[in-house]
């Protein structure tokens, strides 16, 4: 990308600076987590146009010039479209690799960056042969793996983004997805026969975890009890992807995360709030009822947690929040419906009264954007 326009870029983005709007739309977060009635159903749209990520490969991934260019274009036409989503740049194409490189693991990368924001970065290759070895491993350095790396990256986004936009830390695995990525699947069952040994290591990744996130917010200027997600949306609490508890029944949920969930929070602040991964033919609809009503847990983040909202409102209301509708669910609805439009002229009808529900998913142009967005006005009128 040319220095003209770049240039030109700047200037839209600070164009783009509401402060009245972000708090506008911070509020609306809240209240929604909250459950307090507002008469509207928050919605944010980013847009992820694959043009900008023509010329990315993760042959670059610590060089921090490549991602920052693209993802501060996503801002760009993210803000152009005004949807209820708060200014943030996340360090998300890392996924994982910054807790399990200071463990030793080394890391798997993809061939090719894909197109999206939600993308999971390298993979983590499993370091521990055992479990005494894993329980027993001393707390990494703050200097180990690629910690020096992501720190440079976070102070480079940091003086070349306004004051306005949030910088987001890598989204922190949870710590049970932690540790099974350095110990592998054999950690699943020895949660049963050796619970013991799994607790002190999934604690130990939690504490790991935790140093991160306080130190990366350091550097990026975020106060401890400011969660804005890389997704731009206001948090509860420390956004945790724990992706791998969908293996776990409820009871070694409450068992083997709920506890370090607590830890996480203590140190950062807040409630929960945590993320897992459905798809279209696995909801894991297991995992709402093990988390709701708990001290730990505030707000529940799915692709699909929409329909759980839907059918089992009762269960959630006042308990459990719920962010959802990202990766598949958009083109579910619009399979489902025949258009985004009439979903949700049929979806607000039905919930535009109630509270504890978040939107948010991703488009890729501006032009869907802004259609997207209208489209979501009109059903509320």
């Not at 009245?20 to 749209?45: M, N, S, T, V």
């Not at 043009?51 to 490549?66: A, G, I, K, M, Q």
């Not at 140093?211 to 106060?223: F, H, K």
């Not at 929040?321 to 619009?334: H, N, R």
Request: glycine share 8%; with cysteine.
């Amino acid at each position: 990308m040319n220095g003209a326009a770049m240039l030109g870029c700047d200037d839209v983005l600070n164009a783009a600076c509401h402060p009245c709007r972000f708090a506008e739309i911070a509020e609306k977060h809240r209240k929604a987590f909250a459950w307090q009635p507002q008469d509207y159903i928050p919605l944010g749209i980013h847009v992820v146009d694959p043009r900008h990520f023509s010329s990315v490969t993760y042959s670059d991934w610590l060089n921090p010039l490549p991602f920052f260019e693209t993802q501060k274009q996503v801002l760009v036409d993210t803000l152009s479209v005004g949807s209820d989503l708060l200014p943030a740049v996340g360090l998300n194409h890392l996924g994982d690799a910054v807790v399990t490189s200071m463990f030793g693991a080394r890391q798997f990368l993809p061939e090719e960056w894909g197109t999206t924001l939600q993308d999971v970065g390298p993979t983590p290759i499993p370091v521990y042969s055992s479990l005494e070895e894993a329980a027993e491993a001393p707390m990494p350095r703050m200097d180990a793996g690629i910690m020096p790396e992501v720190e440079r990256i976070a102070r480079f986004y940091r003086a070349n983004l306004p004051a306005w936009v949030h910088v987001v830390a890598p989204m922190p695995s949870g710590p049970f997805s932690s540790a099974l990525e350095l110990r592998g699947s054999d950690l699943l069952l020895e949660l049963i026969d050796r619970p013991e040994l799994c607790q002190a290591f999934i604690e130990k990744c939690a504490r790991v975890q935790v140093r991160v996130e306080q130190r990366i917010r350091r550097l990026a200027g975020t106060p401890r009890d400011e969660h804005v997600t890389n997704f731009g949306i206001l948090g509860t609490g420390l956004r945790l992807g724990e992706d791998s508890m969908v293996n776990l029944s409820p009871t070694l949920i409450r068992r083997h995360c709920l506890p370090v969930f607590g830890l996480v929070n203590d140190l950062c602040g807040g409630r929960g709030h945590v993320h897992f991964c459905s798809l279209e033919n696995s909801r894991f609809e297991h995992i709402y009822p093990a988390l709701a009503n708990t001290a730990e847990v505030a707000v529940v983040s799915s692709q699909f947690g929409f329909e759980f909202y839907e059918n089992r409102l009762d269960e959630l209301r006042g308990r459990l929040a719920v962010e959802s509708f990202y990766g598949g669910a958009y083109a579910y609805v619009c399979r489902t419906f025949g258009s985004f439009r009439d979903w949700a002229r049929d979806f607000v009808r039905r919930f535009r009264n109630e509270s504890g529900l978040v939107l948010y998913f991703q488009v890729t142009s501006v032009e869907e954007g802004k259609r997207v967005w209208a489209a979501w006005q009109e059903a509320h009128r």
